[in-house]
């Protein structure tokens, strides 16, 4: 043997006891979330209803955290949703009221934004500035033109109308007239096609095309916001379950000042749109399995305010029942404002944790940029905290006023 020889054998065991010695880099973090409008705390199996079946979820929270009590940041969209995105309490951002919900009655509605202002740093801008590809679709309800996903922070955004709601769940998804609650970039779709199960496909997509990159990707459903529809065939299925149309009688629902709150969940187009939503999650959860990152992605699934269970009369198209918190959509208590919260960590949650401590939307923003490793942005998400280390496991949130 050569001193050359020797040299370079001696370099390649060096090298190989090197390599052997140290971890491969763990791959980025993903974030998935998904955005469920108007879902209620008991609308799902997780939750306790035993009306609406809803086994992808299930799955999401015996795999994942489960928050218990969770609140959303106001108890209509917009102002949540502007929380979700700035990490600041609605006032705050100076949007307190869902964006053309200022109708004037005996008083004056005070003054509020209606468009997210574009010098609010968002979640979706943090992680683009991070590498990340970013994406969305679905509701925005955070402005219109020139105040869009696209303008504050998400480079790929698909379905994203004007509105609040869409005009109709099926295509062509627009009104005779046009009008804000249009849906856009479906104009090929055909007659019958469901916009729960379209969303999803872009979201599959996007997942797909980008299973190289690191992402951070919403998935904002429309549903299960009004107008009320579903699928006939997932409609009658629940009408059979139910056994008949939901329940009106007086015993159905009880008085809350001017208006009714409904008692029971038997609502079954309303339950259909649930069971398509989860259809979806189910989706997102497989083209995560397929594409091989599950185990480095972060799934958050949540609702932007309480179930919408109480309006001015009873009636058969009051869409849920909070039942036993108070009241829902667009009230102050417990019904309006307690929402689902769960979280899959994989390799960092234990599966089937329960956190009781109280949470509230303006906490993810800096709880996403922690798990993601990502330096925080205080002068921006200055409402909430990580809750990463609850997440961990490593300690219980502390008791504060929200």
């Known amino acids: 043997m050569t001193r050359r020889t020797a040299f370079f054998l001696l370099a390649v065991a060096a090298t190989a006891a090197s390599f052997c010695g140290r971890r491969p880099a763990a791959p980025p973090l993903n974030v998935v979330v998904i955005l469920i409008d108007d879902l ?3 609308d799902t199996g997780a939750y306790g209803s035993t009306f609406y079946e ?3 979820i299930d799955r ?3 795999e994942g955290a489960r928050f218990t009590r969770f609140y959303t940041a106001s108890p209509v969209c917009s102002p949540t949703r502007a929380s979700l995105m700035t990490g600041k309490y609605p006032a705050r951002v100076g949007i307190t009221d869902w964006i053309g ?6 008083l004056l509605p005070a003054p509020y934004l209606d468009a997210l202002p574009l010098d609010e740093v968002t979640v979706g801008e943090a992680f683009e500035a991070a590498g990340y590809v970013t994406g969305y679709a679905g509701k925005w309800h955070l402005g219109a033109d020139l105040h869009m996903p696209v303008d504050q922070g998400f480079a790929e955004t698909f379905a994203v109308n004007h509105a609040g709601q869409p005009s109709t769940y099926f295509a062509p998804y627009h009104r005779a007239t046009p009008s804000p ?3 856009p970039d479906l104009e090929h779709d055909q007659p019958g096609e469901y916009l729960t199960d379209r969303l999803t496909d872009a979201a599959v997509d996007f997942l797909t095309r980008h299973r190289d990159d690191k ?3 919403v998935l904002s459903h429309y549903s299960v916001h009004t107008p009320l529809e579903a699928p006939e065939a997932t409609i009658e299925k629940y009408r059979q379950k139910h056994g008949g149309p939901p329940d009106v009688s007086e015993d159905a629902f009880e008085p809350e000042g001017p208006s009714f709150t409904k008692l029971h969940q038997d609502q079954p ?7 398509a939503t989860d259809h979806s999650v189910a989706r997102v959860l497989e083209a995560l399995d397929a594409t091989g990152v599950a185990d480095h992605t972060l799934v958050v699934f949540l609702s932007d305010n309480g179930g919408l269970s109480t309006l001015l009369r009873r009636g058969p198209n009051t869409p849920t029942s909070n039942a036993p918190l108070r009241a829902g959509k667009g009230w102050l208590y417990e019904g309006g404002i307690r929402a689902p919260l769960i979280v899959r960590w994989p390799g960092v949650v234990r599966p089937g944790l329960v956190v009781d401590g109280p949470a509230i939307t303006t906490d993810l923003y800096p709880t996403l940029l922690d798990a993601a490793g990502l330096p925080p942005k205080p002068d921006q998400h200055v409402d909430g905290l990580s809750l990463a280390a609850a997440l961990r496991g490593d300690r219980p949130l502390p008791a504060r006023t929200l």
């Open 215 to 217: 992402y951070f990707y």
């Open 101 to 106: 919900g200022d109708q004037k009655g005996r």
């Open 40 to 42: 209620g705390w008991t």
């Open 269 to 275: 187009t309303y339950a259909a749109m649930i069971e």
């Open 54 to 56: 809803t086994p992808a």
């Open 181 to 183: 609650m249009d849906v």
């Open 60 to 62: 999401l929270a015996r």
